[in-house]
T-cell receptor, first 111, second 114 residues
Framework: QKEVEQNSGPLSVPEGAIASLNCTYSDRGSQSFFWYRQYSGKSPELIMS????GDKEDGRFTAQLNKASQYVSLLIRDSQPSDSATYLC???????????FGAGTTVTVRA | KAGVTQTPRYLIKTRGQQVTLSCSPI?????VSWYQQTPGQGLQFLFEYFSETQRNKGNFPGRFSGRQFSNSRSEMNVSTLELGDSALYLC?????????????FGPGTRLTVT
């Protein structure tokens, strides 16, 4: 079982719609979770961090965490063409504090 | 505040050579981590340094090494380069090491081995 798994995508959504990205993790003791956005040819950019169960909103982005289900999600509301990128879910392992990444989900927003 | 900087940005080497990559973290950040990113393997952790000490190491051969200086700047070295070492090498810095540290990435060094 992979440490961090994301829906494989690619995910194509029309402009203005909600993009929903999912991530599951295997380490039940993990406490810190992150979403990074990576444009083609660029480095990952941190867009959200979440540490407690529930929702965390930042502009058009909402991260949701459910530790009991070992599940993290990212919602992008009112999707824009500039949101077209690969989104990486990352989790800090509880035993050694290494940051473990999922394979990423590529999102394309259609104008 | 300036972000993470990496030099050089692009590098072309031949098999058997060695290479040294440099990373300057965000001012005040003391932890530096290195990652390798390839299309097939995704982002893979190489090692993490904090206060000049290696705290964690990923599953890479001994050809990959690193160090951190007293000003938190870090270098990684790859000896006896192989074709499979062609990748984007990313450095990330964080304020501290530990369970809640947010990591910020530099622009990366794209290494091509021919």
């Amino acid at each position: 079982q992979k440490e961090v798994e994301q829906n494989s995508g690619p995910l194509s959504v029309p402009e203005g719609a909600i993009a929903s990205l999912n991530c599951t993790y295997s380490d039940r003791g993990s406490q810190s979770f992150f979403w990074y956005r990576q444009y083609s040819g660029k480095s990952p950019e941190l867009i959200m961090s979440i540490y407690s169960n529930g929702d965390k909103e930042d502009g058009r982005f909402t991260a949701q965490l459910n530790k009991a289900s070992q599940y993290v999600s990212l919602l992008i509301r009112d999707s824009q063409p500039s949101d077209s990128a690969t989104y990486l879910c990352a989790v800090i392992r509880s035993n050694d504090y290494k940051l473990s990444f999922g394979a990423g989900t590529t999102v394309t927003v259609r104008a | 505040k300036a972000g993470v900087t990496q030099t050089p940005r692009y590098l072309i080497k031949t098999r058997g050579q060695q290479v040294t990559l440099s990373c300057s973290p965000i001012s005040g950040h003391r932890s530096v981590s290195w990652y390798q990113q390839t299309p097939g393997q995704g982002l893979q952790f190489l090692f993490e340094y904090f206060s000049e000490t290696q705290r964690n190491k990923g599953n890479f051969p001994g050809r990959f090494s690193g160090r951190q200086f007293s000003n938190s700047r870090s270098e990684m070295n790859v000896s006896t380069l192989e074709l499979g070492d062609s990748a984007l090498y990313l450095c990330a810095s964080s304020l501290i090491a530990g369970a809640r540290h947010e990591q910020y990435f530099g622009p990366g060094t794209r290494l091509t081995v021919t």
